[in-house]
Structure formats: C-alpha cells, structure tokens
C-alpha cells in the first residue's frame, strides 16, 4: 500500500513521532480550534499522545489523518486525509476527511490541493464508494475546501450540541 502522496507542492505522509513539534504548534493555536468544539492542547505530551493514537488508527482501521509537509521546506503545516469513523448522522462507519493547517498557511490553497489528493486517493487506491465529511454549518473556509473538492452538502444535523452540515462525494467510477 502507498505510504505517500506528491501533490503540486506539498508531501502526504503518515505521521510520524517526530512531528510532535509541529502538532503542538498546530493544536495549541486556539484560532485552530474556533469551529473544532474541543480545547487547544497546552502540553507537548498531548501532542505525542495525538500522534499515537493516530498511529494506532493506522494498524487498526487501516487508514487515519496524514501530515502534510510542504516540499519547497520540508516544514510541517498540517494535517489532512481520511478517518473511519462511526455514530455521526446516523451512519454507522464512515470514511470521513478532514483537514487542519497552522494559520501561516491558510489561504493558499494547501486544503483544497490535499481534499483532491485524499478523494482521488479514496476512490483510485482504496476503491472507496462514498466519502463524507462534516462541518460546523457556520465554517465557511471548512466548507468551501469540500465544495471546491466536489463535496456535494447533504443535510443540517445536530452533533454534540453544535449545527453541523454533512457532505458526501460518491466515486464516479462505481
Ligand atoms: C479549514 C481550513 C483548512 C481552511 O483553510 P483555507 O486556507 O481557507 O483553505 P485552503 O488552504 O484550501 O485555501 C483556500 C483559499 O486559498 C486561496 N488560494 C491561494 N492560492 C491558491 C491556490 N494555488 N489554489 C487554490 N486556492 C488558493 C484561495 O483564495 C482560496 O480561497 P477561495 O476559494 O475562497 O478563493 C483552515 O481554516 C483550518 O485549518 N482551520 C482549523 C481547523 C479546522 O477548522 N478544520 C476543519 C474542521 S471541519
């Protein structure tokens, strides 16, 4: 199985320990967190245990979030890709993408240009029939990025609390 994408201008890989930095950059940023209904991280432990749990993902769902490294630098800005998940919207499991960048790097496209990698990843190598993804329905950048990939929006649903909107992508060739 493919451990990588290239893309234009950046690399998509599994993320490994060694990102720990660039995840606490990531998840300590509380503008991050501003649609996410979660707390930013204040401890760099947090972060490697974010890491690990994501690597135990990979072993056990097959497949979980990737960091995305820009190739021009090799820096770290964020992460991407799809996760099975369950219980949301009344789906059971689901093959879901998300995405979330260090804010130096919004506005550039980097997003939308890893949603196309990881969809054409979904349907091309994993033979995927459907991805979805959900958003808070207030998320404007969140939701622009999945109408920019394709994503088609499907319904408003309540979720912890929050108005979310859910979006799905069916693989053409199936
Ligand atoms: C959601 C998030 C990834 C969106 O970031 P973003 O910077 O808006 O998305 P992109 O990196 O794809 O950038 C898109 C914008 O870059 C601009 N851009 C600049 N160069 C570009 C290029 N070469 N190609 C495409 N767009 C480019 C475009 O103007 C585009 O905006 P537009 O479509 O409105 O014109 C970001 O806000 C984030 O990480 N938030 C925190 C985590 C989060 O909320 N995740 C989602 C949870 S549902």
Not at 107 to 115: L, N, P, S
Request: hydrophobic share 35%.
């Amino acid at each position: 199985m493919c451990k990588y994408i290239e893309t234009e201008r950046l690399l998509l890989r599994e993320l490994f320990p060694s990102d720990d930095l660039g995840m606490f950059e990531l998840d300590s940023n509380p503008e991050v967190h501003r649609y996410l209904g979660n707390n930013p991280v204040t401890d760099i432990e947090q972060s490697r245990e974010i890491i690990a749990n994501i690597r135990e993902r990979y072993l056990t769902r097959g497949i979980g979030r990737w960091a995305v490294i820009l190739k021009g630098t090799n820096e770290f800005i964020g992460w991407s890709g799809l996760k099975l998940e369950k219980d949301v919207n009344g789906h059971d499991y689901f093959y879901d993408l998300g995405y979330r960048f260090i804010p130096k790097h919004w506005g550039k496209g980097y997003a939308i240009e890893t949603a196309n990698a990881f969809v054409n990843y979904g349907f091309n190598t994993l033979k995927l029939d459907t991805i979805n993804a959900y958003a808070d329905a207030s998320h404007k950048a969140s939701r622009n990025v999945l109408e920019k990939a394709g994503f088609k929006y499907i319904n408003t649903f309540e979720y912890q609390g929050e108005e979310e909107v859910w979006y799905e992508i069916k693989n053409p060739n199936k």
